[in-house]
Each structure stands twice: as structure tokens, then as C-alpha cells.
């Protein structure tokens, strides 16, 4: 009864911090991911006594449950997996303590919440026949569905890839797009969630799918760069001789055919693009020309976009060196670059991890920190209002936490930094005598735990108390200073990396006093609403 699987858009996951014991020099931190298992974490808020209020969302029967199927949505107040009815020998999905439809088959690793936690659609077989069900309603029939359904940014409109006729199709609006021998490319929506654009192909000819417009043929398959968050995509397409660039249905530059095109890169507006052209750095704005750069070495990593959006960011390599560049000014030569770079919220600061001389450094306003055995290049983070840089460093066997040049206490190891509100609050939890520590601005809270889940601590909205997952002897809690809440056996959470709600993110608040999660006690699953 199951039906062929593709790889998933939404995953259910965890990351664990530092293992009390766990002192290995390389600060290696015990991290399990486990798609489509449920994992634990609770949390512990440093404040007064908090009050939870339960609502049972779900009962799972774990003897016939489809655990790859079970996502969680993004906003943490749904969840949804399928089921057998073992007495009819079909699938249902379970919604919200709701069974749905019964079906001759479902595709379980294609189940989507949407953004918001509104929408809940999959492809479901009944005889010869698939439908994409979006909240319990059958869209039109297909032969097959091929992809999992994609949401709108605004949660809105979905699109998928089905199969009728012996051709493959983009259905949106639940209306089919034009037929083609192969979809060459998922359908991706545009940031205001009215565009969409994909490729497609017949025989040897290819083509574009801009705004239902068809754009094409073209002699070659396009190339589909996105942008770095995702939020918009450009096509590289060969025609007539020429190689064009398509970015929001508008070609921006043409060149001919035999040209090496590459590393093209995307304004996070949209506005602007980048790519090294027969050993040239060029800089697009709209469809002028803005500037040529001769590289002075072979790029490395891919370009970045200034401070001020103008500007552009690279690194390339010369033989054994590797020169860090804004436009065509050196900012500094070393071993080896380890980042890419992190930009401070207000996109006035950058920082970069480099190599040198057998040392690592932080590299941030074009002068370099200290130096140290190893940094986190992960790690590095920009307070809030961008005044303050944080990193976790290495000296011998020995971690500490830099903030703004300014060294903490040497640890065992250190993991889980986070600031507050303000750039003056910052948290994360420290190693130090087999014993975990939570330290906030600098003091040690001396809880006891065996271990906290990554993606805490976290501040409250208004910076005034700290919460943290924490577990001990197998079981996690919600508790307030040394006085436990109920414990859960395991928290469930939505591994899919968002702007609004960053990956591993384990709660929301919905006041700077209240927050909700969702935890798993037993074979229920319980929405847990808490007032601090």
C-alpha cells in the first residue's frame, strides 16, 4: 500500500548540546538528527513559577503509525502523520485528533503543513486515480503526483508536479499548467507569492515558465541559480548563440554562447546580480553593466553583497593564497577562508573567520582579533543592534566565548550562544568540572542537568528571563529556577531553516510573557500553552 518515496520537504528533527562527560578537545558536541522520529527536549525558565496548560492534539498508535510521515507544522501547534485502518486496508491522514479521508494509498513522505499552520495538503490514490488533498479537499484528478505540494510564501497557493496524459505538469490554483515530456525544475514562488516560474522540457528542447508565459526553446537545459535565502531564483538560458540571464521573468544580460558563465549570484532584493565572465568579476543592476573586475586568481566560495548592497564580496585563490576582496581592494590574504561571512541585522558590520599562520582570527571592520587554536565559524554572531560580535574560540584544550574581543572563562566546551533583545544580553551553555552550566551575561545559573537541547537558550521577548531545555535522568522538563514542571519524554520540532522561525527553533512566544510548544508524554501529543 505505500507508494514510492521522494526526499521530504519537512522533517521532524532535534539537536542535542553538550553532554555532561563530554570533553573532547575538538568541542564536538553530541548532535542526533533523526528524520521523522520524534526527540525530546523541555524547557526550564529562569523566573517565577511557570503554568502550563495542556491540549491533547493527538493519540498515536504506535504499533501502526507511519513515523515517516510525521511532521510537525512550522508555527509548533499541529501535527499530522498516516495511518492504517487495518480492518478496510486503507491509509487516512490523522489531523489535529481528526482522521481523514480513507485512501487506497498515500504518499507519506509528501505530507506539508503550510507556513502559517492553516493548510494541510498530500497526495492520496483512490482506484486509478491521484488527488492532491488540500484540507480535506480532493483537487482535480491525475495520473500521478510527483512532488509534495509547495506552499506561497503567504501560505496562500500551493503548486506541485503531477502527471496526465503521458505528460508531466505544474498544477497551481488547482488549474494545469502546459504539458511537457519532463519537468525539469520545482515550481518556486516569488517573495510576493503571485509568481511562479519552473522549467520544463520536450525531446531536446527546453523551456522557461515565467508567469504562465513559455519562454523558450531553448537548445540546452536552463541552469537555475537561487538566491542565498532562497526567496527568488534566476535561469541561465543558451539561445541562438547567446547565453541569457532571466531573473523575475525579465532577461538582465546576454552573452554569447562560448562564454564561461559562472557563479552567478543574486541581490537579496532582487534587483541586482553578479557573475565571473571569462575571468571578470561583473556586477549587474538591472540590465546595465555596473562593473568589470579582472580576478586576480580563481573565485572561491561564490560573491556576497557588500554593506551597502553595492559592493561586492569575494574571495580567490593564487597558488597557496587566498586573498579575502571588496570589488577589486584587497582586505586581507591568508591560508585559508573559513566562511562566507556573517552580516550584522543592519548590514553595517561583516565578519570573517580566516586562517593564518597555523592561528585562526576573527576578522570584522577590516582589522583582525585575537588569535586562537580554532573559532567556531558557526558560531559567529552579531548582537541585535549589530554593536556586538560573539564567537566561540579554542585555546589548546580549552573553549571560551569572545564578545567584542572581550574573552569568558575557559571552558570544557561551550555551545547553545544566544543574545536577548539587546546586544548587552547574551547566554549559552558552558562545560566546566563534568558540570553543565547555564551562563547568562557572564554568570553561571549552577544548573544540574545531563543535557540541554540546541536551539536553547532563549530570552524572552523583553530580555528580562532565559529559557532553556534541559534534561535529566532521561526525562525533560518546564520548570522555574530548581522547582520542575511535568515532565515530557520528548519535543516535537520543525527542522526546515526560515527567516521568521530559524531552524531549531524549539519555542514561540506569543506575549514576552507566554510561550508554546509541543511535547510528546507517553503516545500523546499535548500543545503546551505557558505562562511564566
Not at 523551456?207 to 523558450?216: K, P, R
Not at 573565485?299 to 551597502?308: A, N, Q, S, V
Not at 532563549?458 to 525533560?476: A, H, N, S, Y
Request: proline residues 5%; hydrophobic residues 35%; charged residues 25%.
Amino acid at each position: 500500500m505505500k507508494a514510492i518515496k521522494d526526499k521530504r520537504q519537512l522533517c521532524c528533527c532535534t539537536g542535542r548540546g553538550i553532554a555532561a562527560g563530554n570533553s573532547r578537545q575538538t568541542g564536538c558536541f553530541f548532535q542526533r538528527i533523526m528524520k521523522g522520529l520524534l526527540v525530546g527536549v523541555g524547557f526550564y525558565a529562569l523566573a517565577q513559577a511557570a503554568q502550563a496548560k495542556e491540549q491533547l492534539i493527538a493519540k498515536i498508535d504506535i504499533k501502526t503509525w507511519s513515523e515517516r510521515s510525521f511532521i510537525v507544522s512550522p508555527d509548533r501547534r499541529s501535527v499530522a502523520y498516516v495511518s492504517p485502518n487495518m480492518r478496510q486496508k486503507k491509509l487516512f491522514v490523522y489531523w489535529n485528533l481528526k482522521a481523514g479521508k480513507l485512501y487506497d494509498a498515500i504518499k507519506e513522505d509528501y505530507l506539508v503543513i503550510s507556513k502559517d499552520g492553516r493548510h494541510l495538503a498530500y497526495p492520496a490514490q483512490q482506484g486509478n486515480a491521484w488527488f492532491m488533498v488540500v484540507d480535506g479537499e480532493e483537487q482535480q484528478a491525475c495520473a500521478d503526483i510527483l512532488s509534495p505540494p509547495f506552499f506561497s510564501p503567504d501560505s496562500s497557493r500551493i503548486a506541485y508536479i503531477a502527471r496526465q496524459d503521458g505528460k508531466e505538469l505544474v498544477v497551481s490554483g488547482n488549474r494545469p499548467g502546459p504539458g511537457f515530456d519532463r519537468i525539469t525544475s520545482l515550481p518556486h514562488f516569488d517573495p510576493d507569492s503571485r509568481q511562479m516560474s519552473y522549467t520544463g522540457s520536450n525531446g531536446d528542447d527546453h523551456f522557461i515558465v515565467s508567469n504562465s508565459q513559455i519562454l523558450g526553446p531553448y537548445g540546452k537545459a536552463p541552469e537555475v541559480t537561487p538566491s542565498a535565502d532562497g526567496s527568488r531564483v534566476a535561469y541561465t538560458y543558451t539561445q541562438d548563440n547567446k547565453k541569457g540571464i532571466l531573473l523575475a521573468g525579465t532577461l538582465i544580460h546576454e552573452y554569447p554562447a562560448d562564454s564561461e558563465v559562472s557563479f552567478l549570484s543574486i541581490s537579496p532584493d532582487g534587483q541586482k546580480a553578479a557573475l565571473v565572465h571569462d575571468s571578470q568579476l561583473v556586477g549587474l543592476e538591472g540590465t546595465a553593466v555596473k562593473k568589470r573586475i579582472p580576478l586576480a586568481g580563481k573565485m572561491d566560495y561564490g560573491i556576497t553583497f557588500g554593506l551597502d548592497g553595492g559592493s561586492l564580496l569575494y574571495s580567490v585563490c593564487s597558488g597557496r593564497e587566498y586573498c579575502l576582496m571588496e570589488d577589486d581592494r584587497v582586505i586581507i590574504c591568508c591560508d585559508r577562508i573559513i566562511n562566507r561571512g556573517v552580516f550584522s541585522p543592519d548590514r553595517r558590520r561583516i565578519a570573517y573567520a580566516v586562517r593564518k599562520g597555523g592561528r585562526e582570527y576573527v576578522l570584522c571592520g577590516g582589522k583582525t582579533q585575537s588569535a586562537y587554536d580554532e573559532i567556531k565559524a558557526e558560531s559567529l554572531a552579531f548582537g541585535p543592534g549589530g554593536r556586538v560580535l560573539a564567537y566561540i574560540a579554542r585555546k589548546g584544550e580549552q573553549w571560551l566565548v569572545v564578545s567584542n574581543g572581550q574573552e569568558s572563562p575557559p571552558y570544557q566546551n561551550v555551545d547553545g550562544i544566544v543574545f536577548g533583545p539587546k546586544d548587552e544580553d547574551l547566554a549559552y551553555m558552558a562545560l566546566a568540572g563534568g558540570d553543565l552550566h547555564l551562563m547568562v551575561n557572564g554568570t553561571s545559573k549552577n544548573m544540574k542537568c545531563d543535557n540541554y537541547l540546541k536551539g536553547t537558550p532563549v530570552f524572552t521577548p523583553d530580555g528580562r528571563q532565559v529559557v532553556c531545555g534541559l534534561e535529566k535522568k532521561g526525562k525533560w522538563y518546564v520548570a522555574t529556577v530548581n522547582k520542575k514542571g511535568k515532565p515530557f519524554d520528548e519535543i516535537l520540532i520543525y527542522d526546515e531553516p526560515d527567516v521568521a522561525l530559524p531552524s531549531y527553533t524549539t519555542l514561540i512566544f506569543d506575549s514576552p510573557n507566554r510561550f508554546h510548544f509541543l511535547g510528546k508524554r507517553g503516545n500523546r501529543v499535548y500543545l503546551v500553552d505557558t505562562d511564566l
